[in-house]
């Protein structure tokens, strides 16, 4: 669904992101990890082509789309109905005046999809939410509410991707594990891929088949969760997993 080969993205002219390879298949969850700064948010919105100020070279190609080459047209068809991003805190980009069934039916209407009452409640339930949910309004809704919602959205427009970054960092321990949770069981139930970016190891550790670690812009380790975070090789890991609390 996602295959990325030798992407490199500069801001004026200073290298921010090296991925040399980068694939997640359908059903599968890859995690990029570093501290801030490291590349992490700028790799994940180069993949939909929401870095216009950059200067991107490689092979992009999300869900058969050459992202480098698509018109802007065909990028937004792919953004949210077959890649959907779902940021830290999605509250702030959800219209404060729409009840959240209203822009539920917008999005899927924008997409060409119908929004009947039945798809909607069915998108919201999968995440665990009640299908009362979509009459409220966005600051209505607690943060961990507001996270699952944005997925609720992406599974109604279909999305076979989902590229999430830190989608848990503002939310308490036990909301977190309802959205890890809820991402988990998706993935398996809908064989959806999922690109996680986040600083937590130990979200990481218990949601990713493969890591990357990313530092100053360059990836300086990768491979499988397990052998990653149990055996690291690269100094840089070791550092990350014995800053765990
Ligand atoms: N639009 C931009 N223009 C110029 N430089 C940018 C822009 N966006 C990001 N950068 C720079 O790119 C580098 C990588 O930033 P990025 O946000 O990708 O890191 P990150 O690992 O996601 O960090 P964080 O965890 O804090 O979000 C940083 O040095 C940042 O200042």
Same mark, same amino acid.
């Given at each position: 669904? #996602?295959?990325?080969?030798?992407?490199?993205?500069?801001?004026?002219?200073?290298?921010?992101?090296?991925?040399?390879?980068?694939?997640?298949?359908?059903?599968?969850?890859?995690?990029?990890v570093g501290e801030?700064?490291?590349?992490?948010?700028?790799?994940?919105?180069?993949?939909?082509?929401?870095? *216009?100020?950059?200067?991107?070279?490689?092979?992009?190609?999300?869900?058969?789309?050459?992202?480098?080459?698509?018109? *802007?047209?065909?990028?937004?068809?792919?953004?949210?109905?077959?890649?959907?991003?779902?940021?830290?805190?999605?509250?702030?980009?959800?219209?404060?005046?729409?009840?959240?069934?209203?822009?539920?039916?917008?999005?899927?209407?924008?997409?060409?999809?119908?929004?009947?009452?039945?798809?909607?409640?069915?998108?919201?339930?999968?995440?665990?939410?009640?299908?009362? #949910?979509?009459?409220?309004? *966005?600051?209505? #809704?607690?943060?961990?509410?507001?996270?699952?919602?944005?997925?609720?959205?992406?599974?109604?427009?279909?999305?076979?991707? #989902?590229?999430?970054?830190? *989608?848990?960092?503002?939310?308490?321990?036990?909301?977190?594990?309802?959205?890890?949770?809820?991402?988990?069981?998706?993935?398996?139930?809908?064989?959806?891929?999922?690109?996680?970016?986040?600083h937590d190891l130990a979200?990481v550790s218990?949601?990713?088949?493969?890591v990357?670690v990313?530092?100053?812009?360059?990836?300086v380790e990768?491979?499988?969760a397990a052998t990653v975070l149990a055996e690291p090789s690269h100094p840089y890991t070791r550092e990350l997993l014995e800053a765990l609390p």
């Amino acid at each position: 669904m #996602i295959e990325v080969r030798g992407l490199q993205v500069r801001y004026g002219g200073r290298l921010v992101a090296d991925v040399p390879e980068l694939d997640v298949g359908a059903g599968e969850c890859v995690a990029i990890v570093g501290e801030s700064g490291s590349g992490k948010t700028t790799t994940l919105l180069s993949l939909l082509g929401l870095t *216009p100020d950059a200067e991107i070279s490689g092979d992009i190609s999300v869900c058969g789309v050459d992202v480098r080459t698509a018109s *802007p047209r065909r990028l937004r068809e792919i953004r949210g109905a077959r890649a959907a991003l779902v940021m830290q805190s999605p509250q702030a980009a959800l219209s404060p005046a729409t009840r959240l069934g209203v822009l539920m039916r917008r999005a899927l209407k924008l997409h060409g999809r119908d929004g009947t009452r039945e798809t909607m409640a069915q998108a919201v339930e999968a995440v665990l939410l009640d299908r009362e #949910i979509l009459r409220r309004y *966005p600051h209505e #809704i607690s943060g961990g509410q507001a996270q699952r919602f944005a997925i609720a959205l992406a599974i109604a427009l279909g999305a076979g991707v #989902i590229l999430a970054d830190e *989608p848990t960092s503002a939310l308490d321990v036990t909301v977190q594990a309802e959205v890890v949770g809820v991402l988990r069981r998706l993935r398996s139930e809908r064989d959806l891929a999922l690109l996680l970016v986040s600083h937590d190891l130990a979200l990481v550790s218990t949601i990713a088949d493969r890591v990357l670690v990313m530092k100053d812009g360059a990836v300086v380790e990768s491979g499988p969760a397990a052998t990653v975070l149990a055996e690291p090789s690269h100094p840089y890991t070791r550092e990350l997993l014995e800053a765990l609390p």
